[in-house]
């Protein structure tokens, strides 16, 4: 394991990788799902490295004297689909000073121009499958200039005349020698968005000490070692898979198996042929791994535990269908926070890690007893373990942070030994008749019908400023149930308040990119 005492922390994430490389260089280091392409950690790290000096040789980086890159050519953006070159691209960034600015892939129109104009990026990392996006927007970018494309040159000059196309293969340099980087582990390594869900996209700025903090605060919770193959199929334009999955198995010498998108009919085949050992379950994965059929896979494979939060599924039933550890909830972090609250491995409440203090606190931020539901408000005791800011966005770095306090629109409690429990986004809290309903208690109780696979409620406007729920479902294969056999089971395992007035049966449910429920696009969907 690489060794990260406090003094190392002064390490930047250029020098970390290196270090891995040295020490573990043989190594399996990642391996692609679905094609088996695999690298050790010495072929990992010399692609980063032919990609750090094609970068610092073949682009315009706006280097000083002093070798520091400045000016708006500090940011380079990436939008790309899962892959070994990705997260290759990711430290190469690093490794020449350059800010990763990580694109959601999913994004489109306003929200795609904005998050590329925010940081002023001249460069952008990507692929033919992102062009038509890219067409769509291409005249409201206003800085971009170049565009690496990783496949499909000719086409990219066909669409984008006005910009500079270089080839991702003419980029390569022959030299692979490592790129010393003087950055301070407080200077800023990426920049990664929040989804969106619930207003615009902030970039938050995360530093090289919040990803090796982060990562090495997760090693204990999850037992994670040298022995163990992780997976992840979730986008890295997000920390979770980025920071959470493959920089606590790069810190070890363990293998990282990653997948370009979650596929359920693919996920218990793969994990089996890999050797995976844990996992980390995201958005609603936990929920559709439950409810689909019994297969040959549920018991043969390797993997040890896992992690999910929420977890809608009773972590005994999963234990024993899956034949695993489900770690308990009581874990928190997100991408404005860092991780904050780590899990323990036979206990449903977290405990606060050293960097943090927390707090439950009302509506007019006093704190409330224990036991008792308010928001979670985070400070920390460390620099640089937090996003330091929104990006280009001091009013909502000011609004999120009040009483020195940052405000996370959660909602959680802790209970009389201080242990922490998360609860439900304030985003999901639905007026009803008086009564402020938790869409998660919602998706919770209708999640025990024997034929739903999936639920997602919100609230729709009703009389004198009220809402009404309406609940989204899908079913698991080959079941039927009617709307009102829905809200029949609703009625007896909630409160009168909380049965939805509407329940919509769906195909599919719209998900964001890291597998939740995508409630914007179900707002527009017609009663």
């Not at 970018?141 to 006005?162: G, K, N, S, W, Y």
């Not at 985003?427 to 919602?442: K, N, P, Y």
């Amino acid at each position: 394991m690489v060794d990260l005492t406090a003094t190392d922390l002064q390490m930047n994430l250029g020098e970390l990788v290196h270090q891995c490389a040295t020490q573990f260089a043989d190594r399996p280091c990642i391996t692609m799902a679905d094609s088996s392409t695999a690298v050790t950690y010495q072929e990992f790290e010399s692609q980063i490295n032919q990609i750090a000096h094609g970068v610092k040789s073949k682009l315009e980086t706006g280097l000083d004297d002093e070798d520091q890159v400045t000016g708006s050519n500090r940011f380079v953006a990436i939008m790309l689909e899962n892959s070994i070159t990705y997260v290759a691209i990711t430290y190469a960034l690093k490794k020449t000073q350059h800010v990763e600015v990580s694109i959601n892939r999913a994004f489109r129109g306003a929200a795609l121009s904005r998050t590329i104009n925010l940081t002023g990026c001249e460069t952008l990392f990507t692929s033919a499958a992102h062009f038509d996006a890219l067409l769509q927007v291409h005249e409201d970018l206003q800085h971009l200039r170049t565009l690496v494309i990783i496949d499909d040159v000719p086409r990219a000059r066909e669409l984008f005349p006005t910009l500079e196309i270089v080839a991702f293969t003419d980029l390569l340099s022959d030299n692979d020698t490592h790129i010393t980087s003087c950055a301070g582990d407080l200077e800023t390594a990426s920049i990664m968005f929040t989804s969106g869900t619930t207003g615009v996209s902030k970039g938050c700025v995360l530093s090289h000490r919040y990803a090796l903090r982060t990562a090495q605060n997760l090693l204990q919770p999850f037992r994670i070692t040298a022995d163990d193959v992780s997976y992840t199929p979730y986008p890295l334009s997000h920390v979770g898979p980025a920071y959470y999955d493959i920089l606590p198995t790069l810190l070890t010498g363990g293998k990282v198996v990653l997948r370009d998108g979650f596929s359920l009919s693919a996920f218990w085949p793969e994990v089996s042929r890999h050797g995976v050992t844990w996992f980390l379950c995201l958005g609603s994965v936990q929920q559709l791994l439950y409810s689909a059929p019994t297969g040959k896979y549920d018991k043969k494979h390797s993997v040890k535990r896992c992690w999910s939060t929420p977890a809608p599924v009773a972590k005994e039933d999963f234990d024993r269908r899956f034949n695993l550890h489900l770690i308990p909830g009581g874990g928190y972090g997100s991408t404005d926070a860092g991780w904050v609250v780590a899990p323990q491995w036979d206990h449903p409440g977290g405990k606060v890690l050293p960097q943090f203090e927390i707090a439950i606190v009302d509506d007019d931020d006093n704190p409330v007893p224990p036991g008792c539901d308010g928001e979670l408000v985070i400070r920390s005791n460390e620099p640089g373990v937090m996003s330091d800011e929104y990006f280009a966005m001091p009013e909502k770095t000011l609004e999120s942070r009040r009483n020195l306090w940052f405000h996370t629109g959660d909602i959680a409690r802790l209970d009389d030994q201080g242990l922490f429990y998360f609860r439900y986004r304030m985003a999901e809290r639905i007026r009803v008749l008086g009564e402020m309903v938790s869409g998660f208690e919602v998706e919770e109780g209708a999640l025990t019908h024997p034929c739903i696979e999936d639920a997602a409620a919100i609230g729709i406007p009703a009389a004198l400023g009220e809402e009404t729920i309406r609940l989204f479902v899908t079913l698991k294969p080959g079941k039927t149930v009617t709307s009102e056999e829905v809200r029949e089971h609703c009625r007896q395992c909630m409160a009168k308040y909380m049965v939805p007035s509407v329940v919509t049966i769906l195909d599919n449910m719209p998900r964001t990119t890291t597998g939740k429920p995508e409630k914007g696009e179900l707002r527009k969907l017609p009663l």
